[in-house]
């Protein structure tokens, strides 16, 4: 572990341009379909779905229509959400007609907000008196936190300060209420988020009570006596959702002092974002506790709790973590969103420390998860992404009563698409981060960023073809006197080589995963790396009994999958040969230029077997077939069927 | 398939004597240890246990004591089976000063009946009026059933009717309260039991009132409109246990007419249950609709949906199937209850046919999930009985919520010790079948039964050394003039061989999986039977892919397993070699003389693996070890470890 000296820094979204071949796609999709989509939404215009209520909660709290709240405790966060996004879209292309209504939403969110600086629909409106009397249930720091991040994207796009003054005082308010203070409140949220808000607000503004504040929330998490129990107590033994999540504290991370925390437990997307903040202070601040919590989970999560996928969340009960090593495939939860929090965490992690470890599971996550929760036309969803789906059985076996064998239309429930769709937008901010004068490349995305060194302003373009292709180029556009370029050598690639201005580079210094260029670039100087991509036959620990014996087949950042529509009904009797070489195909069928595998395999077969269940000492026969598979992130594109990642291997 | 024509018939439990040496010890533990625990159970004497208030409740109704009903709206039925195992224990052993307590009981019952011969004490003590207002959910006519099976196991064993009197009460009362005419109620219970009860009182008293009501129950289950939601509107709305139990009305088989019923769906003990009842009602009226409902049933449950250790019900939710080829080794529900309703069902479809299906099923069902679901010591029992445990995860993984990696002291919940109890009390029933004058042996247990037929009384002496060894004798111990014996030939074994008097039999005829013995047998006369007990490596149908590639041992009637105790941590890397000869060798660790089974396999190793999840192109080594597989019924016996039934085989 190396230690942490001087934090590095990463960009806003406003200093990454993203042109990309493959990414750009997505990005367009966002701006195109999802953000109207679910501005439609927000205001109960799609016929059919339940109704919102989120922007007609504010209209009724900023006293503009009259009416009773409607939705979740936490629906404001999607008003947040959807401004967040649209404000990292408008940071690459202003448009004045999208910013007008986001001025006018902003508004009313402004004249919602009371004198004091609080700021909360369902608290306004429906539970007037009973402010902060629910932390455990009631996401009123959550919500703050989520309208915190949408004000600093809406600012950092635009310059226009207005959401910003209104979360500001906001955060004033909560940092009057909440503390150590005779009279003030010892307590945190049930869902994290606030903490992670705090730290950006702080970046933002520079106000370090935001900090100490984030600080507290964090310090505070998991004391005893249990502010759930004292808080439940207080308020007469009234429970906003369920019982059990006051009483397993482990759900919300708040079981322990975070001091005290070694493994990933509960919600997965609570820890995450938990973890996103406490990393972030730890960068800010140097405090060793925090530094290494982060480390801990961080280690504990990747190394045995993480999906091939780069999702997390291996049960639905409670979206939630199980034990090390325990990652079954078909009952998997893992959640879309929690992706996405991995994300933000991997990128906080990379600010502290200098490993490849955390551009490669952002990559992996975001290759595969995030872009796998979403359909083609950006129309649909998924919430839960498993790796073996048997539709068939899904219907009828109560264990799998959360997995859906094709993606959801968004509305019905608000959490993954309004999250994929901000970190999609955002995704300029995650490329880089930069060290001194050192550009570490966490992503190989396309595009052109502006960076500010010491010695002045770096201009540099990237080209990638990823996930097809291994060639990335960089352009240096306008060059200051030093800096240097550290290549992020991903885990899947055997032999990476680098070019500068056509020459190889040989004797490249490695650190921590990084190749270094310590070359000299100057202005119209330019870097080509071609990463090795073979196809790869990926192992699981050997702890992990549900992949005993199998294998999953990757190529660059892809994972691959098994389709019924490719490769017959029962997948379980399909055997990937050890010796099978791999042949790539193009995979078309989805209207873009995919590629897809070829291998060859066995399938076991028996003759029709009807009398009995159970046989004794019958062996199955087996035939050669050939296998294809395809990139994880395309299944359930083509109708319902079964699909397998891990693939028995003999 | 046969068709019907005399129905055939089975022993009672007076006629049958056990004495086996292998049986014979589980059958003493339900005498000495199960029953007198469960009877200071029932008078909440046991300290440290949850009340069961089940003999105080009958007090309460009687108006000998004071007070509220306690427990479960079924809780009735537990002093019901208790007596119904009692009354089995003195068919073979009269005993006055347990007679004298079950005696008491029943004035008391007798007093709790109404002047109308209604009787339950949920209804009596706490709703009164409200009878009969909730068939769906609160086992009126459950409760019913089973004092009635109570009240003819105490006459069968005893020749005393009080209890008797008092249940052809209740089935009158309960005839004149349901039926088509007007006035009359049409409808049907939630929890079957009624019916297969029914139709035992009518074996006894020869009423056929009985019988048409059964047949009534059986007709009206699942007509429309629907009897759960007429009755939810009649009284308001209100809902006993869950909603979604009115709701899902394949939890409870009542989706639809049985005659329209082609799978087995729902909850597993009722599903026996009914099952159990309409086949007996086939046997007796030759009715071709439910002889043809209960092989169709029997069919899927066999053939698709019945674990090899014979349990059935695949997932917790609503102790239920799930669908066909869906037979998940750890999350599975099968309940020790759920085989001991097969056993029932089993029984009644020897009647029906000739068929050694049915035999061989009680075998798989008796010998691995129900003496499995017992302690060795008889005190505590599992309710869920998995074929693969992995018990550091189970505690951390809600799919895995009902999974216990030890029995637990059967005080906590009272429905299947008391079952057990009750089955492994009357096992000399499930014996033989009687078929004009053969006797088909349905399973090989030691004893001495006296067998009415046209011609006289037949005493016929059976020993086994199952299930350790092959060898079953028989000694005819009073003849009469013409009489065969039909053995069933069990799908375990390889090669039968018999010998009258020391000589060898040959070119018998085998119908259905019975050899059939036509030679003359007289006084004397000694038949002996020698059945092949290979080891067996068990496969399971193609389509189940939770047991691809892997193999079960099996040798007779016994299931094994490989637990931790004997093969260490991570059962999921041990590997069965496809080549491997098998070694018995004596397992007495329990106390017992049992035979274990090693055999040749590997263990697939690695060196320590720490810095990822994944590895590229790796594989492990595998090196040679010696499995050790022991009976499946006699796990999780010396402590808590890991345990699987299938093994990967290669």
Chains 1, 2 share one sequence.
């Not at 909360?120 to 989520?146: F, I, Q, S």
């Not at 003054?165 to 909440?178: R, T």
């Not at 059990?244 to 509960?266: F, R």
């Not at 950006?378 to 048997?390: A, D, I, M, T």
Request: one cysteine or more; proline letters at 4%; hydrophobic letters at 35%.
């Amino acid at each position: 572990m190396t230690s942490i000296s001087r934090p590095a820094r990463i960009l806003t979204v406003s200093d990454y341009q993203v042109n990309d071949p493959f990414w750009s796609q997505f990005i367009q999709l966002v701006r195109n379909v999802v953000i109207p989509y679910q501005w439609d939404a927000l205001n109960d215009r799609i016929a059919g779905a339940e109704p919102s209520g989120a922007i007609r909660n504010f209209k009724i709290a900023a006293g503009e229509e009259q009416g009773e709240h409607y939705g979740m405790v936490f629906q404001d966060s999607d008003v947040a959400k959807w401004i967040e996004a649209v404000g990292y879209l408008l940071a690459s292309n202003r448009d004045e007609a999208l910013e007008e209504i986001v001025d006018r939403v902003i508004d009313t969110i402004a004249k919602a907000q009371h004198d004091d600086g609080y700021l909360n629909t369902y608290y306004t409106v429906k539970e007037p008196g009973n402010r902060w009397t629910n932390l455990a249930e009631c996401h009123e720091l959550y919500c703050a936190g989520h309208m915190i991040e949408a004000a600093i994207s809406y600012y950092q796009a635009t310059g226009k300060r207005k959401l910003l003054d209104v979360v500001c005082k906001f955060a004033d308010h909560i940092n009057s209420v909440f503390g150590e203070e005779p009279g003030q409140l010892r307590g945190y949220d049930g869902h994290q988020e606030i903490e992670l808000a705090l730290m950006k607000l702080y970046e933002v503004t520079g106000n370090d009570e935001y900090v100490k504040l984030c600080r507290f929330f964090l310090l505070e998490r998991g004391s005893k006596p249990h502010l759930y129990d004292e808080e439940l107590k207080k308020r007469g033994g009234t429970v906003h959702f369920d019982q059990w999540m006051l009483e397993n504290k482990q759900y919300s991370q708040a079981h322990e002092p975070i001091a005290k925390q070694t493994v990933a437990v509960g919600h997965a997307v609570r820890f995450a974002y938990m973890c996103t903040g406490i990393a972030h202070l730890a960068g800010v601040t140097g405090d060793r506790q925090m530094l290494e919590a982060s480390r801990r989970l961080w280690d504990n999560m990747e190394l045995k709790q993480t999906y091939i996928t780069g999702a997390i969340g291996s049960q639905s009960h409670g979206e939630a973590f199980t034990v090390d090593y325990d990652l079954p495939n078909d009952t998997a939860y893992a959640e879309t969103c929690a992706s996405c929090g991995l994300i933000f965490f991997a990128l906080r992690m990379s600010q502290l420390e200098v490993d490849s470890r955390y551009g490669d599971m952002m990559e992996r996550a975001l290759y595969n998860t995030v872009i796998g929760g979403m359909s083609a036309d950006g129309k649909s969803f998924f919430y839960v992404n498993p790796l073996e789906v048997h539709p068939q059985t899904n219907a009828h076996n109560y264990i799998y009563h959360h997995v859906k064998p094709v993606r959801q239309s968004w509305f019905g429930c608000a959490c993954c698409p309004p999250n994929v769709a901000r970190l999609l937008a955002s995704l300029g901010q995650y490329v880089y981060t930069i060290r001194d004068n050192r550009i570490y490349t966490n992503l190989y995305v396309g595009g052109e960023s502006a960076i500010q060194l010491d010695e002045g302003k770096l201009v540099i373009q990237q080209e990638s073809k990823l996930p097809w292709h291994g060639d990335i180029k960089f352009t240096v556009k306008s060059a200051v006197a030093s800096f240097e370029l550290a290549l992020r050598i991903p885990g899947w690639c055997d032999q990476a080589t680098v070019y500068v201005n056509g020459d190889q580079i040989v004797g490249s210094h490695i650190h921590q995963g990084y190749l270094i260029l310590t070359q000299q670039l100057s202005e119209g100087d330019i870097v080509e790396l071609k990463l090795s991509m073979p196809v790869s036959r990926m192992k699981c620990h050997p702890y992990v009994r549900q992949n005993a014996g199998k294998t999953a087949i990757q190529r660059g950042p892809l994972v691959y999958c098994l389709e019924e529509e490719d490769n017959g009904k029962h997948l379980h009797q399909l055997i990937v040969s050890k010796e099978a070489s791999f042949e790539l195909y193009p995979f078309t069928e989805l209207g873009s230029d995919m590629i897809g595998i070829k291998a060859q395999g066995y399938r076991r077969t028996s003759e029709p077997w009807t009398q009995s269940l159970y046989r004794r000492n019958y062996s199955e026969a087996e035939q050669p077939v050939q296998l294809s598979f395809i990139p994880y992130f395309a299944w359930a594109n083509r109708g319902i069927g079964e699909m397998r990642v891990w693939v028995e291997e003999r």
